[in-house]
């Protein structure tokens, strides 16, 4: 491609071409730092991102990092991360957009690395994933373990062998994950949630061999801390060498210097549990012995004190005789004592009685007397006559009275008919005869 001739115009395409390969062999393959932002991983597996200035200078630059590229990644990269990123300047032609083909990306520095690690440690730790109160002990006897690591890894060759030797009787469960690269953190977060869906464990071992911070960056990413600390069993995070801490290993109910302190503390050696076992043998047939020479001694004591049944029977009887002398004398005294509580009893009660029935005949002496004085017979023996008519009807007012009327008197001592011959009232207001 030449230069534009005077008074000629390019045609779009031509000019980004032209600017496309102008770009190439300017720059060629070059090498850039910043902080990434706004990182997002396409199904197809591309990677897009952007870069901004590491200085807070206002400059960005988009970056586009190809299936390919990204397989080869040993860390999860993180929003804010600074990283250096190999490649080459390009022009998206289509929308005559610049971007950077990246074929390398790796963090700047442990330093800037380090930095990061703090960050997320301090997230983590306001979430309350780290708290000690929140952490669970160990079952005393584990009888599945499981196990999340890589299958072509040292670390599950170290971990199987341990338990092996020192706890056979243990089954294994191994979860398989990728422990490094960008991939790692989907693949451990998918080995937990199996193993906290398939709840066949006891113990869970996240264990991997040692390596540089970028090695072990997966066990820093925020979702796979955050998912050993949710496990449904104890987890013991086994990750790296003694000197290699990850956030997992504080997110962990128990931490391991490696993966085979991680297998130890998850089963105790059988040889140890036997010889306790042993101890505990020999102190139950201890304590059995003792007890049975103590029933031994109690048997031989009873036996001599059946030595001879017919004087023990004989003593039985005359014990039994002299307790049924004093039950009959007790019977006898105490028949004597409600003999004469009844006496007293029937002499209270006649004497009561009598004097009740002395009451009731005075008051029916009183009563007869009154009722007598009552009698109509003593009435007309003092000289009083009851009139009444041929009907019966007593006359006892002048008013109920005729001329002429026939009448019958009874007396004391009889009868007799009479005729009315003539009526006088008594005046108004005028008193009986006495």
Request: with cysteine; net charge positive.
């Amino acid at each position: 491609m030449t230069l534009q001739q005077a008074g000629s115009a390019w045609g779009v395409a031509a000019l980004l071409a032209h600017l496309s390969d102008t770009l190439t062999r300017q720059l060629g393959v070059c090498t850039v730092e910043g902080e990434i932002a706004s990182f997002t991983r396409a199904t197809s597996g591309h990677c897009y991102f952007s870069l901004k200035d590491a200085e807070g200078a206002p400059a960005l630059l988009k970056m586009a990092l190809f299936r390919r590229a990204a397989m080869q990644l040993r860390f999860a990269p993180q929003e804010g991360q600074r990283v250096r990123v190999t490649g080459r300047l390009a022009l998206y032609e289509p929308r005559g957009e610049l971007q950077f083909i990246a074929e390398t990306l790796a963090p700047a520095g442990a330093g800037a690395l380090y930095e990061q690690f703090l960050r997320l440690k301090a997230q983590l730790e306001r979430e309350g994933l780290f708290d000690p109160a929140v952490k669970r002990g160990l079952p005393g006897f584990a009888r599945r373990i499981g196990v999340i690591t890589s299958l072509g890894g040292a670390a599950l060759h170290d971990v199987c062998t341990t338990l092996a030797r020192r706890a056979p009787h243990v089954g294994v469960i191994i979860y398989p994950s990728l422990v490094q690269g960008a991939e790692a953190p989907a693949a451990l977060c998918a080995a937990l949630e199996q193993a906290r869906q398939r709840n066949e464990v006891e113990v869970l071992l996240l264990v991997r061999g040692g390596g540089s911070m970028e090695d072990l960056w997966a066990f820093n990413d925020p979702e796979v801390v955050r998912a050993v600390a949710h496990t449904l069993v104890p987890l013991i995070s086994g990750v790296g060498h003694e000197t290699d801490v990850t956030l997992c290993d504080l997110a962990a109910d128990l931490r391991a210097a490696t993966p085979t302190a991680a297998a130890e503390l998850a089963a105790p050696a059988r040889a140890d549990r036997l010889r306790e076992l042993q101890r505990w043998q020999q102190r139950l047939s201890q304590q059995v012995g003792r007890r049975l020479d103590w029933q031994a001694q109690r048997l031989d004591r009873l036996a001599l004190r059946l030595a001879r049944p017919a004087q023990r029977l004989e003593q039985s009887q005359r014990r039994l005789d002299l307790l049924q002398a004093r039950l009959q004398s007790a019977l006898q005294r105490r028949v004597d004592q409600q003999g004469h509580g009844l006496l007293d009893l029937r002499r209270a009660l006649v004497s009561q009685l009598q004097a009740q029935l002395q009451v009731k005949v005075q008051r029916l002496a009183r009563a007869e007397a009154r009722l007598e004085a009552l009698n109509p017979q003593r009435v007309l023996e003092r000289g009083f006559a009851w009139l009444e008519d041929a009907a019966g009807q007593a006359m006892t007012s002048a008013s109920q009275l005729q001329q002429g009327q026939a009448l019958r008197a009874r007396l004391a001592d009889g009868s007799a008919d009479l005729r009315v011959e003539g009526v006088t009232p008594r005046p108004k207001g005028q008193r009986p005869h006495s």
